[in-house]
């Protein structure tokens, strides 16, 4: 009797159910395990005995320091991240770049291996040997406590990063395969989506596999979660001297972990670290000095604070960058009335001897007035429907008009500071940014941009 | 689920997971690579361990004694054919996701076998190596009719479909007979 009573019901809720479930179409597997944040090292042992593994030596800037087999394995780590790798380029066969999935597994890849190592070990290496149609395979432990990838020596490895090299056989692109490889390290199985990097054999030569699809990052976030709005991001980094300014949103106010890549090769893969760094700006900037363990790679911030640990993105870093130390968007701008914050940029040069350096900003209302202005401190304060993000004092520069799409651009004359203490000298940091009227945009009826930092040179 | 899979999984402590990308092939690639192909019953399953130069660790492979005949010229045979993977025991081995399923390689089962030698699979260990792994073993059944059906495994492998054991061999020996030539 109870049972004829419950049945109406439940058959309503499941024909319910079908009506309004949609429909899954994930076809990616999970192998049950899943990587905590003591394994996100990543390290080549660059044994890849073919001349097309390590005939790339092009410099890219996503990655500095390293080329031939090592780019190509750091870029597959990296298409897994929760943002772009730097800029995202690299890769000329993506169109959004790399990283632009958004899978939400950010990597640290510390360098070179001296050895394979052991499974747990976190390494790719090529094998001697053949075991006929199989290409590369990942040992993993399935307590998640690491993994080691091999390639086996009989394919030829081609490094890229050219998407049009000519399909041959027994040719296979080394970052598509890694790309699918570490996946595995990451706790995917094969998916049985054709056009997925999981799924078990590459088309052609593999090249199409250094993108994820949608599969694939569905089945990261399943098991690594999507990325939470509140996950530290960095968004810049630049090296002046010794020191080393990280640009971005929600780094702790203090206890911060700045993870660099290793400068030696070998090592355990154990990030060098730099402890209890505070943060500046709104949690938005972060100064430090450079480890002297630290080498080009990349940089990451770990945080315990908040709601558990949390890793930001991995952002290239360069130890010795050659040049004027590069600029750096920092301090979160408030939306405007058009809808996006206003954001702060310079062209030309940094050089104070050529002063052609020009202000922009972009994302304000259209035709909006504004007036840029700059301090040689940092600061953050809530002011009118935005936030001042420099110290003072202030120096303001000429009015200008937004065009219609909403950019605002000044050419900086060097050699006519509003001030004799704005003089710009080569070798000073000077912070810039806009402010403009923006009267439907709230209660103040003015906004301000982001900032940017900007050090000139000779 | 996952977590029951994840906590079953972590009782076979100190053994790891091994996981692979194999090459994409159809059934004339798969002849054009092969030395040959064998149809018969699984009679035996051994797993050994082999360490890697550099105090690398170890490699485990699994080696199957397969009695029966060969799908290109039908003579009668029986072969070991291996493939990366495998466990000694609860705590020491490596599965790895290329390997043919527990299912597919129990003993008594009848398969289809591709393989070729291999003088070295890893850390110097020489067999005839299953052709892509679980990509070269293909169960069969009997069907109502008495046919010995060749199951297929889908797109990529070299027997994508279902198909007739007779149709397939015929297929594989006139590719054969061409490479021959």
Redesign the interface.
């Known amino acids: 009797m109870k049972i004829l009573r419950l049945l109406p019901p439940a058959a309503a809720s499941l024909a319910a159910l079908v009506l309004v479930a949609p429909p899954s179409a994930w076809a990616w597997v999970?192998?049950?395990?899943s990587l905590d944040v003591t394994q996100r090292d990543v390290r080549v042992f660059n044994n890849f005995t073919d001349t097309e593994a390590n005939d790339n030596q092009t410099p890219d800037a996503n990655f500095p320091g390293r080329f031939g087999a090592e780019m190509a394995i750091w870029k597959a780590s990296v298409e897994w991240g929760s943002e772009l790798h730097g800029d995202g380029q690299g890769d000329p066969g993506q169109g959004g770049g790399l990283g632009s999935g958004g899978a939400n597994f950010d990597a640290t890849f510390q360098g070179s291996a001296l050895?394979?190592?052991?499974?747990g070990d976190n390494t790719h290496s090529e094998?001697?040997?053949?075991?006929?149609?199989?290409?590369?395979?990942?040992?993993?432990?399935?307590?998640g406590t690491g993994w080691r990838t091999?390639y086996?020596q009989c394919w030829i490895w081609v490094d890229g990063p050219e998407q049009n090299w000519t399909p041959k056989t027994g040719y296979y692109d080394l970052q598509g395969?890694a790309t699918?490889?570490y996946g595995?390290a990451l706790g995917l199985?094969?998916s049985?989506d054709?056009l997925a990097t999981m799924?078990?054999?590459?088309?052609?030569n593999?090249r199409t596999w250094r993108s994820l699809n949608s599969d694939d990052v569905a089945g990261i976030q399943a098991i690594y979660g999507v990325k939470d709005p509140n996950k530290p991001v960095i968004r810049g980094a630049s090296v002046n001297g010794s020191t080393l300014t990280i640009g971005g949103s929600s780094f702790a106010s203090v206890g911060n972990e700045v993870w660099f890549t290793q400068r030696a090769p070998g090592g355990n893969g154990d990030p060098v670290k730099s402890l209890m760094v505070e943060s500046s700006v709104g949690g938005t900037l972060l100064d430090i000095q450079i480890p002297s363990e630290a080498g080009s790679g990349d940089v990451l911030i770990y945080t315990t604070l908040g709601d558990g640990e949390t890793l930001s993105n991995a952002w290239p870093f360069e130890s010795q960058p050659s040049g004027c130390p590069a600029p750096l968007n920092y301090c979160d701008a408030l939306p405007n009335s058009s809808g996006t914050p206003s954001v702060m940029g310079a062209i030309s040069s940094q050089s104070v001897a050529a002063n052609d350096t020009t202000l922009y900003s972009a994302g304000s209302p259209a035709d909006s007035f504004g007036i840029f202005f700059y301090s040689p401190t940092s600061g953050h304060l809530p002011v009118g429907d935005g936030l001042i993000c420099l110290g003072g004092p202030f120096f303001r520069l000429s009015a200008v008009q937004a065009d219609a799409t909403g950019r605002a651009l000044l050419p900086l004359d060097l050699t006519m500071p509003p001030k004799p203490g704005g003089q710009i000298t080569s070798g000073s940091v000077w912070h810039f940014q806009w402010w403009y009227r923006d009267v439907p945009g709230g209660p103040s009826g003015y906004n301000f941009s982001d900032a940017l930092r900007l050090p000139f040179c000779d | 689920m996952?977590?029951v899979?994840?906590t079953?999984?972590?009782l076979?402590l100190g053994?790891?997971?091994?996981?692979?990308?194999?090459?994409?092939?159809t059934l004339p690639q798969m002849v054009q690579?092969i030395d040959n192909a064998i149809y018969g019953e699984i009679l035996a399953k051994r797993v050994e361990a082999v360490a890697?130069p550099?105090?690398?660790?170890e490699m485990f492979f699994t080696t199957l004694t397969i009695k029966g005949n060969s799908v290109l010229n039908n003579a009668a045979s029986t072969v070991e054919v291996s493939?990366?993977g495998g466990f000694l025991d609860e705590e020491h081995g490596?599965f790895?996701?290329?390997e043919p399923s527990a299912d597919d390689v129990r003993i008594g089962n009848r398969v289809v076998a591709f393989?070729?030698w291999?003088?070295?699979?890893?850390?110097?260990?020489a067999s005839n190596?299953?052709?892509?792994?679980h990509?070269?073993l293909f169960r069969t059944f009997v069907s109502r009719k008495g046919e010995t059906i060749v199951q297929g495994r889908?797109?990529?492998?070299a027997v994508a479909t279902n198909q007739v054991l007779s149709g397939l061999e015929k297929q594989a020996q006139e590719l054969y007979a061409k490479r021959k030539r």
């Not at chain 1, 799924?199 to 052609?204: E, V």
């Not at chain 2, 550099?54 to 660790?57: E, L, V």
Request: charged share 10%.
């Open positions: 999970s192998t049950g395990w050895s394979a190592g052991q499974v094998l001697t040997g053949c075991a006929g149609g199989v290409l590369a395979f990942t040992q993993s432990f399935v307590d091999f086996y395969i699918h490889e595995h199985g094969h049985a054709p799924f078990p054999t590459p088309p052609s593999g | 996952t977590s899979l994840a079953a999984l972590s076979v053994s790891a997971l091994c996981w692979a990308s194999i090459e994409k092939l690579r890697l550099d105090g690398s660790g493939y990366p490596v790895n996701s290329e393989y070729k291999s003088p070295d699979m890893g850390g110097g260990f190596a299953l052709y892509a792994s990509g070269g889908g797109p990529g492998y």
